[in-house]
């Protein structure tokens, strides 16, 4: 495997960041994170502005122009040669002076093989827990995941699979997935604030809008209660039905229907971005 | 200067850590940072103590013992050779198989010169600004800093010193150092809550007690308008007073006389402590 990093593509085994970086003298950095299918970049513009607006808003410059850093995904997919993967842009605070000061930013980029949900997980759905938190600055994606990992431990022993982020009762985002109910009259609704604006988040606003009314707004962990069906997002677990929230079960405790029929519509929209990339290339 | 990394003691331009390291991937890590005078370290157990508090609670396990890392410390200060120094202990996540699940802690111990605040800031006192948050974790010294290094920018735009924390107007801590007022009546309090524990702070606590009031409580903006003296605490700075908060001079915007005394009394504990160790070690 090949990492792009310090301006070249080198052997993933050599990609070495001095200790004086920001990110491991401070955890600074912010990061984006993209799907391969069949070797072709999945909404590869979407990811891109979201990592240069993350990368602006923290007052860091990336070091290459979009294109380039489209370019140079490119260049490593042929390299890696993995055909579904995920690809990783990271940039740090760079190298401190004096432990504190931001440098000038070190950008990465990494390409890996994926782990999706098992088959299991969405077909039986999967339970779910709840942990007072709200990240900093949440509409950025910054390298700070120290509550998400710390919670991993919880996870584990709740069985769960994942845990929701919430303020005084009011639901936002787990670690790294977005999260929506289906109320019972199936209006599809998601929290609108507090919340880092996922890619799969928004593709799943757009599709659910074709069949059902759609909400940005307030879910609390009653209004779970009193859902029909639950699920999370995310690039790489696409759609995974929630079944069980702390020790109660979501309706009947089965995933529901139409959160398969928003799986199957998200997989649809996938295949389509991809065909349309290969007519593009040939 | 040399730095103590993957086990052994390396010339510090060597010190390097392959970018799956978990500070690298999601800001997860843990430090201490102590200083040196005349070549001796300074309260180094309590530093040692919190260290190894912040890890645990952290769920990470420092791979050397207490008397190993003394030990890595004496040889650092030997090697390099510094009188006056700043010594960093890291331990991150290690390096991670998924780029989420922590592995191995990787433990990292630098020295560096030290920037102290000029003696101008400390004859004069220094203007301060307040910002709404808290950290995550605050008792843990965890290397997450996302939001005091963004803040950057704006303490420099308000010609501020620092930027002190509050959760509707409830105060808590600096980025880095500690808070404390001294009241009409010569009481002297720092925030009890949401605050990173320091040893300075715990210093000054000690020394304040021989000759105040002394309490750990809860300090809001509307006291610090109010207060007679205010001053800030951390390892390196020891304590800096503060004339000003925004737009408005605590009392007569002069430092006090009551921070002067305890920043004597602060100096003369550091040289009773390097003298002692001075007599141990001879």
């Known amino acids: 495997m090949y990492t792009y990093i310090h301006d070249e593509i080198v052997p993933a085994e050599k990609a070495f960041l001095h200790v004086r970086d920001l990110s491991i003298q401070r955890g600074y950095g912010v990061f984006d994170f993209l799907k391969t299918q069949d070797g072709y970049p999945l909404f590869l513009i979407d990811y891109l502005t979201r990592f240069y607006n993350s990368a602006d808003i923290m007052h860091m410059s990336v070091p290459r122009r979009p294109e380039e850093v489209i370019s140079i995904i490119h260049q490593l997919i042929k390299k890696n040669n993995l055909a579904d993967s995920g690809i990783k842009m990271i940039l740090t605070g760079g190298y401190s002076e004096d432990g504190y000061q931001p440098g000038k930013p070190n950008l990465i980029i990494t390409q890996h093989p994926l782990t999706l949900p098992s088959e299991d997980q969405i077909r039986k759905g999967v339970k779910i827990i709840t942990h007072d938190h709200v990240r ?147």
Not at 184 to 200: C, E, M, Q, R, S
Not at 266 to 279: D, N, T, V
């Open 136 to 282: 900093d600055l949440p509409a950025v994606k910054t390298i700070n995941y120290s509550t998400g990992i710390w919670l991993i431990d919880k996870i584990k022993e709740s069985n769960a699979y994942d845990v929701l982020y919430h303020q005084k009762s009011i639901v936002s985002e787990f670690p790294r997935c977005n999260f929506f109910i289906v109320k019972k009259d199936n209006t599809v609704v998601t929290p609108a604030d507090y919340v880092l604006y996922g890619i799969t988040r928004k593709n799943v606003l757009t599709l659910a809008a074709h069949k059902h009314k759609v909400e940005e707004g307030i879910i609390t962990i009653e209004d779970i209660y009193n859902a029909k069906e639950a699920f999370l997002t995310s690039t790489t677990k696409r759609i995974v039905p929630i079944v069980q929230i702390n020790n109660t079960y979501i309706n009947d405790g089965e995933p529901g229907t139409v959160t398969f029929s928003l799986l199957r519509d998200l997989m649809a929209l996938e295949a389509k971005e991809i065909a349309h990339q290969k007519s593009s290339y040939n």
